[in-house]
């Protein structure tokens, strides 16, 4: 089983081959392929029903695909995951649940299992590291309700982690957070997946705050995709043949501006950057 | 020592220990109010507030049907919520609310046969008082032979809740990531949405069919605003739940002594008067509370501002629902 694409590098943690998936007669996924390694922070970039969201629903067995294989370290599913660290998009908090942060992050311990949990030193001190790892100690008493973006991602992060997963997937963490939220949360995604090395996959509709820690893309239009390094997938041949039409690839000192032109909805990074270029490049 | 036994008399009323009624009001009462307070918590932390009502709503049908034919309603009531607690999974629970119209219609048709059933039964037997008791329950009127029945169906509720503990409050965080470790989301709902459905029946017997929903929500809304830890909420809940049942029946009873008419009023009444106003201290104490967090919080988080965790509450939960 040789894929050109995990030759040399960390191993292999998830594997993505040839993996399509139908719907109610439409193709949602067309031959979906990539890898994942231990240690690296994987983007998962493309618009608004691209099919990045399909994607996890795949990895985490939510779907079935309908063709094609996914291998976690070379292998089928394990029955129960415990492999795979999930970090949903905006979950909706209500805001009377009786939680802390702290509560939280000790449900990743064993939330899926039955009874009532004792507590124990041991599961304080494994709680009270993670916080500290997520930099969450100052809020690690507030409820979960009245966290702030930023907080809650971090939570729902060490949540995901407390259970030492081999792959952390993340779904649109960067939406609805203020630019310094948005850097911290980037900044300790990158510092987890290499200090503990576990592969790390973040889907988001806009890159440019990835590009600086991200070590690999894979790029999703129209429920295909194209993976490698940034260089080698955000040109201007790989997305316009991804797109199916002609796209412009735009730098712009340190960023990336993809502009696929046809069609008016395919282009929210050109729509994010009008809106937030000028106080940014500014300031 | 006169004045104070004076006043010990004057707040428990002759008779009131050695009454075989009150004593088993206080023991069935005392137990399903701490069931009820128990589910309720996570009835709240779901949004199953206007579930919860439904399934006293269809009780009443089944409570009213026993009636009629002579059986023990409590029967009546549990059977009839759990169908419906079926019913309610199978037509998606969880789509409730977009689908209030039908909820409307199908529960209006319930009370309205339950309507027809207390008619006939009462009209039959000549017994005007068991509309009254159907409806708005009465804890002096139950046999103390049922007291083992009170207390297996309510430690049945509660041992589903503690079975469900975590994947109940893994699924309140998200849904999404219970589903994801394995958790089977939709079955926990429906062991969780027939366990409600025991709580509720037995507080129809004793609250009401009518005013069931608030000795379900009440105190565990008035709880998660007293603490942020779900242990501590469900702690707070029974306690809450259980001293102002306990209370309710102390002034029912002395309501009997009271002029002018000294008729004695309903235990129902004074448990959910004393739920809401325990509602309302328990809310407004937050409120005071949740000034002082934000102001710290916003020291914290320095000129960080637009935060989506401080979105306003959209009103208490539906705890006038009857």
Known sequence: MTNPDRLGGSPEVLCLEGVSLWLSGREILHDVGFSLRAGELTGLIGSNGAGKTTIFRVILGLETPSTGKVLFAGRPRPHRNRLVGYVPQSIGLDPDVPLRARDLVALGIDGDRFGIPLPSRGRRRLVDDMLEAVDAQGFADTRVGKLSGGELQRSLIAHALISQPKLLLLDEPLANLDIRSEQEVVGLLARIAKEQQIAVLISAHEMNPLLPVMDRVVYVASGRAASGSTEEVVREDVLSALYGHHVDVLHLQDRILVVAGKDEGHHPELERERRTLPPRGLG | ?322
């Open chain 2, 1 to 322: 020592m006169t004045t104070v036994s004076a006043i010990l008399n004057g707040i428990f009323e002759p008779g009131l220990f050695t009454s075989e009624p009150v004593r088993v009001a206080v023991i069935v009462g005392g137990v399903v109010s701490l069931v009820s307070a128990v589910v309720g918590v996570f009835t709240v932390i779901r949004g199953q507030s206007f579930a919860g009502h439904s399934l006293g709503d269809l009780g009443t049908t089944g409570g009213s049907g026993a009636f009629l034919v002579g059986t023990n309603p409590l029967w009546g009531f549990v059977v009839f919520a759990l169908l419906g607690a079926g019913a309610m999974e199978l037509f998606g629970a969880r789509r409730l609310r977009q689908r209030d119209m039908t909820t409307g219609i199908v529960l209006g048709a319930g009370l309205g046969i339950a309507a027809l059933f207390l008619y006939l039964g009462t009209t039959q037997s000549n017994t005007t008082g068991a509309t009254i008791t159907i409806l708005f329950g009465s804890m002096f009127v139950i046999r103390a032979s049922m007291i083992p029945v009170f207390v297996l169906l309510g430690l049945s509720a509660l041992a589903v809740v503690g079975l469900l503990y975590r994947p109940l409050l893994l699924s309140a965080v998200s849904p999404d990531i219970a589903h994801a470790r394995g958790v089977p989301v939709r079955t926990v709902g429906i062991l969780y949405l027939l366990a409600m459905a025991v709580a509720v029946s037995l507080s129809c017997v004793t609250i009401g069919a009518i005013l069931s929903t608030a000795v379900l929500i009440g105190p565990a809304a008035a709880a998660l605003r007293l603490t942020k830890r779900p242990g501590l909420a469900i702690a707070w809940a029974a306690l809450i739940a259980v001293t102002l049942t306990w209370l309710g029946i102390l002034l029912a009873y002395d309501s009997y002594y009271w002029p002018p008419a000294r008729r004695g009023w309903p235990v129902s009444f004074f448990v959910v008067a004393l739920v809401l106003v325990v509602y309302l201290l328990a809310d407004s104490a937050s409120r005071r509370n949740s000034r002082r967090d934000a102001t710290h919080a916003f020291a914290r988080r320095g000129d960080r501002v637009g935060s989506p965790g401080d979105r306003g509450r959209t009103g208490p939960p539906g705890l006038g629902a009857g």
